[in-house]
T-cell receptor, first 112, second 113 residues
Framework: GEDVEQSLFLSVREGDSSVINCTYTDSSSTYLYWYKQEPGAGLQLLTY?????DMKQDQRLTVLLNKKDKHLSLRIADTQTGDSAIYFC????????????FGQGTTLQVKP | NAGVTQTPKFQVLKTGQSMTLQCAQDMNHNSMYWYRQDPGMGLRLIYYSASEGTTDKGEVPNGYNVSRLNKREFSLRLESAAPSQTSVYFC????????????FGPGTRLLVL
């Protein structure tokens, strides 16, 4: 079945890099996404990667995709206190039906 | 553009009461979705509407009904609320069903006593 797993919590110091990891099971997923949820708010799309790419960089964000191991990571360079949030990875699942499968979310705590 | 809006923001119900959660989008999107978010479980899809006039079950549809009123609006109804339906509910929309980015509303926090 389709499943997406993430570690639940990550704590870093301001200015350090953060790496949030995700594993997924559906190898037919075409897109993999990273969403950010700030306290009391909805989900905001951060970035996404097409499954035939290994890496995508967007300013402070770097997404790495290891399709063989079904492993996705999000690296945030120079992490700021404003980056404190819950980060969800998601895959679009089998058949590209539009049904996103979400991980449990990783809470990123940035200490000053 | 307001994007995706949801009402109400917060609601308390007693077991057995009914209510409808409203969602509207102004991005001319064809597809709309309802998710629930529970601690430690990520988001799970309740129902979705690929286009106006169609609705389909997601992962956890039991206890819910939906109506795609028009292209803009997609409502979620709880006919007889249960404590297990205490959750945060998110509506989302996308241009199409396949390979299109979903945009989320701010959420409705529902507490069923």
């Amino acid at each position: 079945g389709e499943d997406v797993e993430q570690s639940l919590f990550l704590s870093v110091r301001e200015g350090d890099s953060s790496v949030i990891n995700c594993t997924y099971t559906d190898s037919s997923s075409t897109y993999l996404y990273w969403y950010k949820q700030e306290p009391g708010a909805g989900l905001q799309l951060l970035t996404y990667i097409f499954s035939n790419m290994d890496m995508k960089q967007d300013q402070r964000l770097t997404v790495l995709l290891n399709k063989k191991d079904k492993h996705l990571s999000l690296r945030i360079a120079d992490t700021q206190t404003g980056d404190s949030a819950i980060y969800f990875c998601a895959e679009n699942g089998a058949g590209n039906t539009g049904k996103l499968i979400f991980g449990q979310g990783t809470t990123l705590q940035v200490k000053p | 553009n307001a994007g995706v809006t949801q009402t109400p923001k917060f609601q308390v119900l007693k077991t057995g009461q009914s209510m409808t959660l409203q969602c509207a989008q102004d991005m001319n999107h064809n597809s709309m979705y309802w998710y629930r978010q529970d601690p430690g479980m990520g988001l799970r899809l309740i129902y979705y509407s690929a286009s106006e006039g169609t609705t389909d079950k997601g992962e956890v549809p039991n206890g819910y009904n939906v109506s795609r009123l028009n292209k803009r609006e997609f409502s979620l109804r709880l006919e007889s609320a249960a404590p297990s339906q205490t959750s945060v509910y998110f509506c989302a929309s996308s241009l199409g069903l396949v390979l299109e980015t979903q945009y989320f509303g701010p959420g409705t926090r529902l507490l069923v006593l």
